[in-house]
């Protein structure tokens, strides 16, 4: 069975950090893109960053670019969200997910597997 267990969220003051990250199981991570998605609290889930299977695209969020690194380790089968200098903004059950195609795609219904999520709270 394939699945996701992602792990590395708490609660953090802002300007804080934390790594999340998403273990496979069941698969290896070699042939998917790999992206990460915020769901804060009435708000519908946003696509934070996305990383295609060879690691040579990837893509940020506006509000991302600058504090936010993903990255993989496909030996580990194993994807990260570096996250720094948190705000209180960044608050929100964080979401692993894998595309099959390899590739980043456009449309969050485009990824094929998700990972039950990891609760992030900024605050002081």
């Known amino acids: 069975q394939l699945q996701f267990v992602e792990s590395g969220g708490g609660l953090v003051q802002p300007g804080g950090s934390l790594r999340l990250s998403c273990a496979a199981s069941g698969f290896t991570l070699d042939d998917y893109a790999i992206g990460w998605f915020r769901q804060a609290p009435g708000k519908k889930r946003e696509e934070i960053s996305c990383?295609?299977?060879?690691?040579?695209?990837?893509n940020y969020v506006d509000s991302a670019k600058g504090r936010f690194t993903i990255s993989r380790d496909n030996a580990k089968s194993t994807a990260y969200l570096q996250m720094n200098s948190l705000k209180p903004e960044d608050t929100g059950v964080y979401y692993c997910a894998a595309d099959q195609a390899g590739s980043c795609p456009e449309y969050v219904a485009f990824y094929d597997y998700w990972g039950q999520g990891t609760q992030v709270t900024v605050s002081s």
């Open positions: 990383i295609s299977k060879s690691g040579g695209t990837i």
